[in-house]
């Protein structure tokens, strides 16, 4: 995967590293910021990604510039899977159309425009889930995603260590829950990875 990433795929990532970058060192506001993960999160998703179950949709809440679902995409080359990638505001919106076009990955992901809460009643079994949305919304996103995951399914849940107190009702919750097994991996923010036995 990693090694056959394309020439525009990186240079889309390397422009996106350097805009988050310059976001959080330049004083902007943190709503306006692009707030993704660091590269070696984005290798650790993918890999994730390609080792989940066929059967079921692959989705990520919370796209911002589109960074993130690059990374995921890599997974889907094969077995004409397709990354359904939710986001909620406008400018972020317009970055993630421009990003994916610019990497040439139109065909492997969808963007959906809005927020989850509404538009992800509709799904039907999940596969694999990225969850990096703001981190209050984090419990009733797993409450929505948990029961259509599929056996051998991912949920991974980005700033579990960096943002704990804020995550932990939906971490505790799932933990508490006899259908997964969960673990706090130490990469990039910290990734919660819940599997569904
Ligand atoms: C931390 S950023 C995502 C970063 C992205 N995953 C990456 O690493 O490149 C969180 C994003 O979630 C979006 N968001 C927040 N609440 C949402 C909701 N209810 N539905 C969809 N997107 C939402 C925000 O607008 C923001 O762009």
Request: negative net charge.
């Amino acid at each position: 995967m990693f090694k056959e990433m394309t020439a525009a795929m990186k240079q889309r990532m390397q422009v996106l590293e350097d805009l988050d970058r310059r976001d959080r060192s330049d004083g902007t506001e943190p709503l306006k910021r692009l707030r993704q993960i660091p590269p070696e999160t984005g290798k650790f998703l993918a890999l994730l990604a390609a080792a989940c179950p066929d059967g079921g949709e692959f989705i990520e809440i919370g796209t911002s510039a589109g960074y993130s679902s690059l990374w995921i995409s890599l997974a889907l080359h094969q077995g004409g899977k397709k990354l359904k990638t939710f986001e909620i505001l406008p400018e972020k919106i317009a970055l993630a159309k421009e990003t994916f076009r610019a990497a040439g990955v139109e065909h492997l992901i969808e963007l959906i425009e809005g927020d989850f809460l509404e538009k992800g009643s509709t799904l039907g079994e999940i596969a694999f889930c990225f969850l990096d949305c703001e981190k209050h919304l984090y419990e009733k996103c797993f409450d929505l995603v948990s029961s259509k995951l599929v056996s051998g399914g991912l949920l991974i849940a980005d700033n579990a260590i960096d943002h704990y107190e804020a995550a932990k009702s939906m971490i505790e919750k799932a933990q508490r829950d006899d259908r997964f097994d969960c673990l706090t991996v130490p990469i990039g923010k910290g990734e919660f990875v819940c599997r569904r036995k």
